[in-house]
């Protein structure tokens, strides 16, 4: 498993008549991604990554999304999550006499406004496992679909957190300091606060081989900034980050 994986399901919903037919669909993806081994890190690592998204769910009068299973404009509402995977200090020199972090999920919920042509969001969720912080994001994208086969995504990205987040993966204790010293080290005492920590772009494209079948690709570049981009962390390693994926698409009526 990658670094950190990012899974975002997307629900447009609104108070509607739903006939006894109607089809729940949702799209489910899995694939290889690239991305940094830990925050901060210039080495990057192989993994696999996933992708879930609804296009339409029928629950009694409650409906999301279109009928043909396309994606509905205007206001949307629904989840967000995110997986954050464990930090070793055994798995990287640099990085002795840190406390050595778990895993992570993060759970939470999205807030987007979609037309034909562009699309804004802002997700807002918390640590569940590993965790119990509060992180933040906001995005928007620009969209073209020159064929009715590829769709294409592009727009910026500004990342959030609290004190607690931003001191658990940017932040270095004295005594870890000590200890990293006392190995060869040279990370200096820490304390990180939070605020906005990384801002970036992302672009995608997505290419429909039939009605069920598609791959999509996605590159993101993220800078590290505020107290992330001064972390001794970040300016031993990298104080940027790039992650790409490529991921096949399966969709699913039932």
């Known amino acids: 498993m990658s670094h950190c994986t990012r899974i975002t399901a997307g629900l447009a919903l609104a108070v509607l008549a739903t006939a ?3 089809q729940n669909t949702v799209t489910v993806g899995i694939g290889p991604q690239s991305a940094p081994a830990y925050f901060g890190s210039d080495e990057t690592e192989i993994g696999v990554t996933g992708s879930f998204s609804v296009q339409e769910l029928n629950f009694g009068p409650l409906r999301s999304g ?9 206001f949307g509402y629904g989840g967000s999550f995110r997986y954050i995977g464990e930090r070793s200090a055994d798995d990287y020199s640099e990085l002795t006499g840190l406390t050595d972090l778990d895993a992570v999920l993060e759970l939470g919920a999205q807030v987007s406004y979609t037309t034909a042509f562009a699309e804004a969001f802002a997700q807002l969720r918390y640590g569940v496992v590993g965790h119990s912080s509060l992180v933040g994001e906001l995005g928007a994208d620009l969209i073209a679909r020159p064929t009715d086969r590829i769709t294409l995504k ?3 990205r500004l990342f959030f957190a ?3 987040y931003a001191d658990r993966y940017f932040g270095v204790s004295a005594s870890e300091a000590a200890a990293n010293a006392a190995a060869g080290g040279t990370l200096d005492a820490y304390a990180a606060d939070g605020g906005l920590l990384s801002r970036g772009i992302e672009a995608s494209a997505a290419y429909a081989f039939s009605r069920d ?3 999509t690709g996605t590159v993101r570049y993220d800078e590290y900034v505020g107290d992330a981009g001064d972390s001794p962390i970040v300016l031993q390693g990298s104080d940027t ?3 790409a994926s490529v991921v096949l698409t399966r969709r699913i009526s039932f």
């Open 20 to 22: 006894a037919t109607a």
């Open 66 to 74: 279109g009928s043909t299973g396309g994606t509905a404009e205007g």
């Open 154 to 156: 592009a727009g910026p």
């Open 162 to 164: 609290d004190s607690d």
């Open 213 to 215: 079948w598609g791959v």
């Open 241 to 243: 980050a790039t992650t």
